[in-house]
């Protein structure tokens, strides 16, 4: 299972991707800050944000790569295949601005819905736990900052890997 996670500019209608990660293992993540000044039309930029992703403007602009590169890394690495997001409206939203903006066509990475995925994996085995049950006993093995692209990414796959060891199945 692939995981998928994007921070933003902001939640505006003009907002484009400012972080972008995606893995299968936690040891194994690909992560990208990305630099607007690379893409025409992305100025939006909302200072609230900082507050959850505490990514400056001048951070993308020092460290961020252009965004082309990490489309065309993403289309590699995901087009055609299974990816998941525990937000797939903004994330999908976002990835289809990287994409379209790089060039490329966004309906060749689809992001599934993660919490829904768990949800039905969860009302299918026996028990009675829910999928708050099991959000609420979960604990991470690192301390994850969340809101940056590869920490949400990491607790995610290990929230996964954890109520598949609950449910007994086997890691896909």
Same mark, same amino acid.
């Given at each position: 299972?692939?995981?998928?996670?994007?921070?933003?500019?902001?939640?505006? /209608? #003009?907002?484009?991707?400012?972080?972008?990660?995606?893995?299968?293992?936690?040891?194994? &993540?690909?992560?990208?800050? @990305?630099?607007p000044d690379y893409m025409d039309g992305w100025t939006d930029w909302n200072p609230k944000s900082?507050?959850?992703?505490?990514?400056?403007?001048?951070k993308l602009r020092q460290e961020g790569i252009d965004p082309r590169l990490a489309a065309q890394k993403m289309i590699q690495d995901l087009a055609g295949r299974e990816v998941y997001?525990?937000?797939?409206?903004?994330?999908?939203?976002? /990835? #289809?601005?990287?994409?379209?903006?790089?060039?490329?066509?966004?309906?060749?990475?689809? &992001?599934?819905?993660?919490? @829904?995925?768990?949800?039905?994996?969860?009302?299918?085995?026996?028990?009675?736990?829910?999928?708050?049950?099991?959000?609420?006993?979960?604990?991470?093995?690192?301390?994850?900052?969340?809101?940056?692209?590869?920490?949400?990414?990491?607790?995610?796959?290990?929230?996964?890997?954890?109520?598949?060891?609950?449910?007994?199945?086997?890691?896909?």
């Amino acid at each position: 299972m692939i995981i998928i996670d994007f921070e933003a500019s902001s939640l505006r /209608k #003009n907002s484009y991707p400012i972080e972008v990660a995606w893995g299968e293992r936690p040891e194994a &993540i690909e992560s990208f800050l @990305l630099n607007p000044d690379y893409m025409d039309g992305w100025t939006d930029w909302n200072p609230k944000s900082f507050e959850y992703h505490g990514i400056s403007r001048e951070k993308l602009r020092q460290e961020g790569i252009d965004p082309r590169l990490a489309a065309q890394k993403m289309i590699q690495d995901l087009a055609g295949r299974e990816v998941y997001s525990d937000e797939p409206g903004y994330d999908t939203r976002w /990835k #289809n601005r990287l994409l379209a903006d790089s060039g490329f066509e966004p309906s060749l990475v689809r &992001i599934l819905d993660l919490n @829904l995925y768990l949800k039905k994996m969860i009302k299918t085995a026996p028990g009675s736990k829910t999928f708050d049950d099991y959000i609420c006993e979960f604990t991470c093995s690192k301390t994850v900052r969340r809101h940056r692209a590869a920490e949400d990414v990491f607790w995610l796959l290990e929230f996964v890997a954890y109520i598949r060891q609950c449910l007994c199945q086997q890691p896909e």
